[in-house]
Antibody, heavy 121, light 108 residues
Framework: QVQLVQSGAEAKKPGASVKLSCKAS????????IHWVRQAPGQSLEWMGW????????RYSQNFQDRVTFTRDSSASTAYLELSGLRSEDTATYYC??????????????WGQGSLVTVSS | EVVLTQSPGTLSLSPGERATLSCRAS???????LAWYQQKPGQAPRLLVY???SRAAGIPDRFTGSGSGTDFTLTISRLEPEDFGVYYC?????????FGGGTKVEVK
């Protein structure tokens, strides 16, 4: 069965960076895209961007373009999100989600369990 | 950017009742690119409906999506205890992808 398993909770200080992982199983990793979505406490969902797990090309939301990097390790079926310059407003649960490789029509059929990132001095 | 506005913010209903959730887009989007998700506390969202009206795998037929243009609706015909939670619409018709603010369906 398809599973996306994310890395554990992180506590960071303002200005630091965080790198999260999302390990996929149950399907051919390189046939799909991985999107990243975050959710601040009590808030809605915010799309951050996506990576083509096969080719490695990326698309970032303008809200994060200068601070976020998506990578993947195809041999490990794992996608990564690195967010730099952390501030308190980045405190959120970060989700990875699977979608087809496309620029449109990309609903998310499987989600990771989420990784809580807390930014505090 | 397409802004999605969901209403009402909270829906207080009893099990067995019908729930009607609205999602309005700031501009016309193709119905092929509108999805609905359910989220329960402490859990990741779950895909319910894609392409406005197609149920995702394993989703019961009491969930029905409809609409076109700028107005979309998710209807839950008879609420089951496990249906209480927050529902989000999402447009996936172009970058940036966006979500609505959510409708909380709570027990009356």
């Amino acid at each position: 069965q398809v599973q996306l398993v994310q890395s554990g909770a992180e506590a960071k200080k303002p200005g630091a960076s965080v790198k999260l992982s999302c390990k996929a199983s149950g399907y051919t990793f390189t046939d799909y895209a991985i999107h990243w979505v975050r959710q601040a406490p009590g808030q809605s969902l915010e799309w951050m961007g996506w990576i083509n797990a096969g080719l490695g090309n990326t698309r970032y939301s303008q809200n994060f373009q200068d601070r976020v990097t998506f990578t993947r390790d195809s041999s490990a079926s794992t996608a990564y999100l690195e967010l730099s310059g952390l501030r308190s407003e980045d405190t959120a649960t970060y989700y990875c989600a699977r979608a087809i490789v496309a620029t449109i029509g990309t609903e998310f059929d499987y989600w990771g369990q989420g990784s809580l990132v807390t930014v505090s001095s | 950017e397409v802004v999605l506005t969901q209403s009402p913010g909270t829906l207080s209903l009893s099990p067995g009742e019908r729930a009607t959730l609205s999602c309005r887009a700031s501009r016309t989007i193709s119905s092929s690119y509108l999805a609905w998700y359910q989220q329960k506390p402490g859990q990741a969202p779950r895909l319910l409906v894609y392409a406005a009206s197609s149920r995702a795998a394993g989703i019961p037929d009491r969930f029905t999506g409809s609409g076109s243009g700028t107005d979309f609706t998710l209807t839950i015909s008879r609420l089951e205890p496990e249906d209480f939670g927050v529902y989000y619409c999402q447009q996936c018709g172009g970058s940036p992808l966006s979500f609505g603010g959510g409708t909380k369906v709570e027990v009356k």
